[in-house]
């Protein structure tokens, strides 16, 4: 969906953190699968007894490069949730499922992205990744959008953190800034202090 030439700012990693960042993603995903193997088998159990639609929830998104990639989370909206066409998710959504409730509650449909930045398709840090339709929605607004292309997208963000449910094209461009910001200041320690947040505010039960 792009080239390199159009980027417009400057990454703040180095190619040797970049190195770095990839080993601890490939590690940190691997343990984090062995560990919580048993937290899959008890959501896989309940969605089972719960009798709706599929486990596991799989959709196109666009990350690194402008390439497409499958995410992959565990499913927590009724198999009719965007039948009339693509819709954002907020936090009072009706369309949920009772086990998608909790699972949003508890940040427990994340848990299959490991798979994703076991596979090198994301990072622990970095952008969310979205769907195409909205992408070009925000492009039409902020063709910046493009620099966000030269990194892999996260399972978590200082804009994931602070930004809340990104369910309105405000909080779009909001998110939009918080991302290229940390794209142009990014570093090692930066990853670690958001990912320390991130596990605080999961242990806390923060919603965001």
């Known amino acids: 969906m792009t080239r390199e030439s159009e980027y417009t700012i400057k990454d703040g990693m180095s190619t040797l953190e ?39 929830f799989l959709q196109e998104r666009i990350g690194r490069n402008g ?67 909205f992408i070009n929605q925000i492009m039409e607004i902020r063709p910046d959008y493009v620099n966000l292309y030269m990194s892999r997208p996260g399972v978590t963000s200082n804009a994931t953190l602070h930004n809340g449910y990104t369910d309105t094209m405000d909080k779009m461009i909001i998110r939009l800034d918080m991302d290229l910001e940390y794209l142009k200041n990014r570093s090692l320690w930066e990853d670690a202090k958001i990912i320390g947040e991130t596990l605080c505010s999961v242990a806390g039960g923060k919603k965001f």
Request: glycine fraction near 8%; avoid cysteine.
């Open 67 to 133: 390439k497409e990639f499958k995410i992959i989370k565990f499913r927590t909206m009724k198999t009719t949730a965007e039948d009339e066409g693509p819709q954002l998710a907020h936090e009072h959504d009706d369309r949920l499922t009772e086990v998608g409730k909790f699972l949003r509650l508890h940040h427990l449909d994340e848990l299959p992205q490991l798979v994703n930045v076991l596979k090198g398709e994301m990072s622990f840090v970095g952008y969310r990744p979205e769907r195409e339709y």
């Open 18 to 56: 970049k190195s770095i960042k990839r080993v601890f993603d490939f590690i940190g995903a691997l343990i984090g699968l062995i560990l919580t193997f048993p937290i899959f088998i008890a959501i896989i159990i309940a969605q089972k007894i719960e009798g709706e639609g599929p486990v596991f």
